[in-house]
């Protein structure tokens, strides 16, 4: 990469592998179901997830659209956590394009609703109000610093959306940091959920794409959505065969972003003017805060990081910033951060 950037994993390039094979790719018009390379991209996300078919979208954002519009109609209420990507980060897409309202509920640390709180939320037939139709879940958490969600949860809320007759979709752009992180087989979350989508292009390296996951009829119906959305990419099988690099390789090295986020927790610890606690970091992502004695804010300190170390860093209001570990990340850019912030703050408190 051209400069060091913690500021996400959205920012990881491709790898040398996948441009050979984006060069070499066999494609076909996939708005036709002819691109070959989409088509196995297809196939092999859905076996991951023990699913029965795939669609390739254009993005994490374009995939829970779909999945929204697929599961619902016109005036029916999708309940979500209130940090969740898809009620903060996704234009209100639902809303927008789907008629569907956002029925956001409190999340606990680990981005998780209160299942109690969901079952009383769940409304009757009553003309007055919105039909309860989706339960939006998120794993890994990104609101929620990258928390992963054991399978317990999903399994509890698969039981209360039975119960109502609930459809449940899990935005699972990094769902490979959370099972990676609790060393368990993607399917057995995603089998708790009716529709999973993935991102390729986070941590997995792909320069773009996800994969949404479901049912047959599911995924011929969101088929006809991503039409609707001008997310047909014709011989879009040059994105595909990053995104089966992504799968087949990329999926299964994660630990060691994990590892490297650990290592930077434990090095921001120990320095005074830094908050945080590297129990909270559970994947790749590293969220912390300054505290009072520090008399300049994130924005400051990402700005100073920048031009003595040439490290970027995200800023997420006054006191608090964010570091992603990925792919392009070894272990001495971690040290370079650590060693550029100590001595920034040093000087400053
Ligand atoms: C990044 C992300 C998305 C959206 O993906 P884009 O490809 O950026 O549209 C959705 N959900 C979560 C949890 C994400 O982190």
Redesign the pocket.
């Known amino acids: 990469m051209d400069s060091i950037d913690f500021r996400s994993d959205?920012v990881t390039w491709p790898t040398a592998e996948m441009r050979e094979a984006m060069a070499t790719a066999q494609v076909g018009d996939d708005v036709y179901g002819e691109d070959p390379t989409v088509n196995a991209l297809e196939q092999l996300a859905a076996a991951k997830l023990g699913k029965a078919a795939g669609l390739f979208v254009s993005?994490?954002?374009?995939g829970?659209l779909i999945a929204a519009l697929t599961h619902t109609n016109r005036g029916d209420e999708i309940i979500m956590g209130q940090d969740a990507?898809?009620f903060c980060?996704?234009a209100g897409g639902a809303a927008v394009l789907g008629g569907i309202t956002p029925l956001p509920l409190p999340t606990d640390a680990m981005g998780r609703m209160d299942l109690a709180q969901i079952e009383a939320s769940i409304r009757g037939d009553n003309p007055h109000w919105p039909r309860s139709r989706l339960i939006v879940t998120?794993n890994s958490a990104?609101g929620n610093h990258g928390a992963a969600i054991p399978v317990d949860y999903f399994a509890a809320i698969r039981q209360l959306s039975d119960r109502h007759q609930l459809r449940v979709h899990l935005?699972g752009?990094?769902l490979f940091n959370a099972t990676t992180a609790l060393a368990i087989d993607p399917q057995a979350i995603a089998q708790q959920v009716d529709s999973v989508?993935i991102?390729l292009?986070?941590g997995l390296c792909a320069p773009a794409g996800?994969v949404l996951v479901g049912d047959r009829d599911f995924i011929h119906q969101a088929r006809r959505y991503r039409k609707l959305l001008g997310g047909g990419m014709r011989q879009a099988g040059i994105l595909a065969a990053a995104g089966l690099i992504a799968l087949e390789t990329m999926s299964q090295r994660l630990a060691t972003d994990h590892h490297h986020a650990q290592q930077l927790a434990q090095g921001l610890a120990n320095i005074p003017g830094v908050v945080i606690d590297p129990h909270r970091v559970q994947t790749n992502m590293v969220f912390f805060t300054l505290d009072d004695t520090v008399p300049f804010t994130a924005q400051t300190l990402a700005d100073k990081v920048w031009q003595t170390a040439e490290i970027k860093l995200g800023t997420y209001g006054d006191r608090k910033l964010r570091a992603v570990t990925h792919y392009w990340i070894q272990p001495a850019h971690v040290e370079a951060l650590i060693t550029a912030i100590q001595s920034i703050l040093k000087a400053a408190i």
Do not use: I
């Open positions: 959205t993005s994490g954002t374009q829970n990507h898809t980060w996704e998120e990104g935005d752009a990094r989508s991102c292009s986070k996800s």
